[in-house]
């Protein structure tokens, strides 16, 4: 038995590369981290926090196989106060719906995860600098819904088809282990028939042999002494023979023998024989048509007469249990070389009344073994027009030691073994499923990306500008934030209209800003402020009125 891993980046029970792809997951998530903030950018933690927290996310990500639950629900409070650790996050809760079987729990742990998140988020969204209470909550909720809801929810699917499929393979491969299991019944099953014939006529030849050579025996023990030793040796020899055979026989186990009207006789298989079957089926409702090509099989060995037998019978028996009624065609063709046997069936009259197919095929795979120990071959199938057909090609003279050699031990079969369920994917495998991961990861991020602009949208951060009043000495930067930067109109406006810069300016900039006495403005003209700095400091302001251009015709002007 192999040891069970106990290193905190598997699953319990399972074994394998788990720190190295640990490492592969960490430094992946935080690359992704890293695009993330600066896809984000705004407000959020100082650089050690934003550290410590991606450095908590990584760690939780890199033991998510191990401590599922655990390391959901701590991303998810982290979630809530770091939103670049969303994608992470979604990797988190994909693996812990995916390895969570039982339903309930599952759903359970979903929903409690969203909640870390949305309160971290609601909580602490003021201290970060992301908003207000409420934009936190929503901030909180939306990463969520989109990092770990539907993660969560694909990954359950995703669970729920691999265990699916490993149920159907061990399915399928009790299913082929159970009909390996019934051919080779079936199999030793026939063999331990064939065994039987052999017993019956060897021994029924042995026996005579023996009688023989015992009458020979006292007819000879006082005319001739010596040959009646030799009477003697030949009759021990034939009873340490039958002995002998039923000991290499008897591996096979009990043998089944054949009794009543299908005992082994010197006519099984003859064309007598054949017609008898046919008239039997008929009997029972069967319409046989028979034909036979060719002379009997009178001089023919025993084993073929009884394996055109046994194909003729079991071929009748399948018809009368599984297509009832339908037509039968029986022929027989016999040649120097060979037996062809040929049964086929059309469809019956009226369709079963339980659909079970065409059968186990057990006592096909019988007479398949039987049919292929003589050096022969049976084939069967459907036909076209719905029926079923069996042919079997026999030779007319088979091996003499083929049926004896045959009747030992079953040749050992060396079925594939079944995929193990945790054996390597192939490389293939791994690049389908890296493509699958990696754009998941992207509808994820474009899924929350979607979300943190709704949300930006409808909780509208405060106007970053410095309304301050601008004022001799102030930067030019907080001048530009003030007036909302220099006014291309403005500056137009006041050439050639503007006072005389003073001494020493480097630059200037125009605002129609509203000033304090903009309310003495007079309609019919417009008011700039001039900002001149001394390189970064703002040196004077002048404000002063240049007229307005009318646009209306002076024939208009009342």
Not at 285 to 297: A, F, Q, R, T
Not at 341 to 357: D, H, I, M, S, Y
Not at 363 to 375: F, Q, S
Request: one cysteine or more; charged letters at 20%; aromatic letters at 4%.
């Amino acid at each position: 038995m192999a040891p069970v891993s106990r290193s905190p980046f598997t699953a319990p029970g399972n074994q394998g590369r788990g720190l190295w792809r640990a490492l592969a997951e960490v430094s992946g998530g935080g690359l992704l981290m890293l695009l993330t903030q600066q896809v984000l950018g705004g407000p959020g933690p100082s650089g050690e926090i934003q550290l410590l927290l991606g450095a908590v996310a990584l760690a939780l990500l890199a033991v998510r196989r191990r401590f599922p639950v655990t390391s959901l629900l701590g991303i998810s409070a982290v979630l809530g106060l770091l939103p670049a650790a969303g994608l992470p996050a979604a990797m988190t809760a994909y693996t812990t719906a995916k390895h969570l079987t039982v339903p309930r729990r599952r759903s359970a742990v979903l929903l409690a995860s969203t909640v870390p998140a949305t309160l971290v988020g609601a909580v602490f969204a003021p201290v970060l600098g992301l908003g207000s209470h409420p934009f936190g909550l929503a901030l909180g909720a939306v990463l969520a819904a989109t990092t770990l809801l539907v993660p969560g929810l694909l990954g359950s699917s995703g669970g729920q088809e691999d265990r699916l499929l490993r149920a159907l393979r061990e399915r399928a491969a009790a299913a082929e282990a159970a009909r390996r299991l019934a051919d080779s019944e079936s199999r030793i099953h026939e063999r331990s028939r064939i065994a039987a014939e052999m017993h019956d006529l060897i021994g029924h030849r042995l026996s005579v042999i023996s009688l023989h050579t015992g009458g020979l025996e006292m007819a000879l023990q006082k005319e001739s002494p010596e040959l009646r030793d030799v009477a003697a040796l030949t009759r021990r020899s034939v009873a340490e023979a039958m002995r002998e055979l039923r000991e290499v026989l008897g591996v096979l186990g009990p043998l089944g023998r054949d009794t009543g009207t299908d005992a082994l006789t010197d006519s099984t298989g003859t064309r007598s024989d054949v017609e008898a079957l046919a008239e039997e089926s008929r009997g029972g409702g069967i319409p046989v048509d028979l034909s036979w090509e060719g002379p009997d099989l009178n001089d023919r060995p025993a084993q073929v007469r009884r394996a055109v037998h046994r194909v003729v019978r079991e071929s009748l028996t399948n018809v009368h249990r599984y297509a009832a009624g339908a037509r039968v065609t029986v022929a027989v063709a016999h040649t120097d070389d060979r037996v062809e046997v040929l049964v086929r069936n059309g469809l019956p009259p009226v369709p079963p009344e339980a659909e079970t197919g065409l059968g186990s095929g057990r006592g096909l795979v019988g007479l398949r073994e039987r049919v292929a120990l003589l050096g022969g071959t049976l084939e069967a199938g459907p036909t076209p027009a719905g029926g079923f057909a069996v042919t079997a090609r026999i030779p007319a003279r088979p091996d003499p030691g083929a049926s004896l050699a045959a009747v030992g031990v079953p040749p050992r079969e060396s079925p594939s073994e079944p995929r193990s369920d945790h054996a390597p994917a192939g490389v293939r495998g791994r690049a389908v499923q890296a493509l699958r991961g990696f754009l998941g990861l992207i509808g994820v991020a474009v899924l929350m990306m979607c979300g943190l602009l709704l949300v930006g949208q409808a909780f509208p951060e405060p106007d970053p500008r410095n309304h301050e009043p601008p004022r001799i000495g102030m930067s030019r930067t907080m001048v530009e934030e003030a007036v909302y930067g220099d006014s291309t109109a403005a500056r137009a406006a006041a050439t050639g209209r503007e006072p005389a810069h003073p001494e020493s300016v480097t630059s200037c900039l125009y605002s129609t800003f509203p000033s304090e006495d903009s309310a003495a403005d007079r309609p019919d003209q417009l008011t700039i402020t001039r900002y001149c700095f001394r390189g970064d400091t703002l040196a004077t302001i002048d404000r002063f009125a240049v007229p307005m251009v009318s646009r209306t015709p002076p024939w208009e002007t009342p």
